[in-house]
């Protein structure tokens, strides 16, 4: 072997043991998920929604239960946790938006964090007990730049939701500073009608790291009857941390980032309840130990 190509070798040798050195010091890029986890945290989580009663406004009848979450998600960059997306609707559409979720590592409480979809101001007890009350709106819908008018077909306006998701995007900043791009789920959580409250048609979509989702865009055919509807979007935070959303490249909306006092406050329309212990009428819903 020449001198030259021994060289070549031995740089290529160097450079795989760096590589291989460098592969150890990193923490695994995913967790794998666990079964049981998944199914205690689903458990756990649906027992959890059922005692949340939330009201809009001065309303006697409290807002409907989806009792099968949205979506189940996982967040192995964050840990092993598990959590599940919850609905509160009235009159088919929803107005609360609820992200219940479990640790397992490397910490062990459980979260409720909650949004206002409502265009007015609502409340919320949790097993009996006033938690959450807001004093404004929860979004403020906007018309979606450059959009078609909405299609006269059913089908062909979920196509169009679909196609209209695609042309937004999110940067999330976290608290490090660190930056990145959110992935878009094409299938949206939930889509509905609404003709008592003049929604032709809308659909929500998430914007997720893993699969947990740190923005909610609600995009919704607004109007009398589909004729005369426009299609309008609104965004609305899922996490403390800064979130910025572009349409086609253009920053058209920002959460700034949130200190944990004021992402736990119980008067704002986007709040986090952390329980460093499962209340003991969630208990129940906890896997057993093995013997």
Known sequence: ??????LVVMILIGS?????????????AETPANRENIDAALKLTQAAAKEYEIRVGDENRPLELKREPVLQWSNPVAGNVHGNVFLWTRDG???????LFKWFSPKTNMEHEFHSLAEEPLNARFHGKPVWKTSESGLRFVNVPNAP??????AQRLFQLKQLARDFAVTKKRYDATESELRLLAKPLHSYAAPKHGVVH?????????TDPDLILLIEARGEKVSSARWQYAATRMTGA?????????????????????????RRVYTNFIFKETPDFLKDALPKPRS
């Open 242 to 266: 800064e979130l910025r959303l572009r349409h086609r490249d253009k920053q058209i909306w920002k959460a700034d980032l949130l200190s944990q006092a004021e992402y736990t406050d119980p």
């Open 16 to 28: 795989l043991a760096v590589g291989l050195l460098g592969s150890r010091a990193q923490k695994p």
């Open 1 to 6: 072997m020449s001198g030259r190509w021994l």
């Open 202 to 210: 809308g659909a929500l979509f998430a914007f997720v790291q893993g």
């Open 149 to 154: 008018a909405p299609a006269a077909i059913e």
């Open 93 to 99: 559409r929803p107005l609360v938006v609820a992200s």
